[in-house]
Structure formats: C-alpha cells, structure tokens
C-alpha cells in the first residue's frame, strides 16, 4: 500500500514552484519593489523574520544548513511565490535559507503589514494556506522518499 502511495503521489516531489496560479497583486503596493542579483541571500534559517517576499520574476532556492555546514535544497520558487510565510508563527523566524537562483524580482513587504492585510482578505489568505501546504506535502514527500526509497532508486529518479 505504502509502494502504491508514493508511485502515485511522486508528482509532489518536484522542488519548482513556479508560475504559480496566484495573484497577489493587491498586496504589491504594500511593499517595496526590488531586483536582486544572482547568488543574493534574502534571509537565513532561524534569522528573525522582518519581511514576507513575492517572487514576480525570476527563482529563489530554499535549503538547510546542517550543523556540519552541508546544504540541502528543498524547493525553487519561481514567478507567483512567496518567501518567508513559514515564518508566520509565533517564533517569528525564518525555517531556511533564502538564495536567489537568477537576477530576481522581488516585492518586499513588512510581516506585520502582510500579516494585516491577509487578515482582512479571504482569497489571499485561501492563496497562502494552499501554497503552505504545497510546501508542506514536499517536505513530507521528501521525507518519505528518504526514509522508504533505497538510495539507487533515489538517484535514478534525480
């Protein structure tokens, strides 16, 4: 049973979320319009979280650092993403690292003026729990595919 699940689901293993079916254009007068060159860090894992990002050009790897300093990337973010909503809780931090993957442009919004603004709208706040678990079901298929798929099996699926 657990064979047929992750055959069937290995869709959500693909990292690129890009040109995403969001519009997020209300929120652009909120924020400050940016283009970051190649190789820019936005923010850093465990780094305090000041602003929320909206990727309308260009890509945004996340990834892990390790303890013992090895990176891990999680996903790329492209067009219609948005960076920095996993710090949203109350740890108001970042859950990883943020590098621009291409010249990116970039609307940079203040947390809390992010925060208030999808409060008071439905249909961005519906747009940002479906992206959340977008996120989330890549991680758990991440996780299941290292924890129940042998390491040639891996390989021969990168």
């Known amino acids: 049973m657990l064979k047929n699940y992750f055959d069937e689901n290995l869709n959500f ?6 040109n995403l079916d969001y519009d997020w254009n209300e929120l652009s ?3 400050e319009k940016l283009t970051v060159p190649k190789h820019t860090t936005l ?3 465990d780094e305090q979280s000041n ?9 945004v790897r996340l990834s892990l ?3 013992d300093g090895e990176e891990k ?5 492209g067009s219609n993403g948005l960076l920095g909503e996993c710090s949203l809780n109350e740890s108001e931090r970042y859950a990883t690292n943020a590098i621009t993957a291409s010249v990116t442009d970039l609307i940079r919004i203040d947390r809390s003026v992010f925060i208030d603004h999808i409060e008071k709208n439905p249909k961005l706040y519906h747009q ?4 959340i678990t977008q996120k989330y079901r890549l991680l758990c298929m991440h996780s299941m595919e290292i924890s129940y798929t042998k390491a040639l099996s891996r390989v021969c699926k990168a």
């Open 128 to 131: 940002l729990l479906d992206l």
């Open 29 to 31: 007068p909120l924020g």
């Open 13 to 18: 293993t693909n990292p690129w979320l890009d």
């Open 51 to 59: 602003y929320i990002y909206i990727v309308n050009h260009g890509r």
């Open 65 to 67: 650092i390790s303890p």
């Open 73 to 77: 990337a999680l996903a790329v973010i």
């Open 43 to 45: 923010f850093n894992q």
